[in-house]
């Protein structure tokens, strides 16, 4: 069954942050980070759909 999302919220907090030794790694943490939120937002999205 395909999952339509009508509706999608983002929202992002950028701060300026001094350069680290690995940027590179920073990117990817930060990256995993707003992945698991948006997942986690739309698992409450599909549960919420299924309580109706």
């Keep these: 069954m ?3 999302i009508k509706e999608l919220i983002v929202k992002i907090t950028v ?3 001094a350069q680290s030794s690995s940027p590179e790694t920073n990117r990817q943490e930060e990256k995993d980070v707003i992945i698991a ?4 937002q739309v ?3 599909l549960s919420k759909k299924q309580e109706r």
């Design 2 to 4: 395909p999952i339509e």
């Design 15 to 17: 701060a300026d942050q």
């Design 37 to 40: 939120a948006c997942v986690e």
């Design 43 to 45: 698992l409450e999205i």
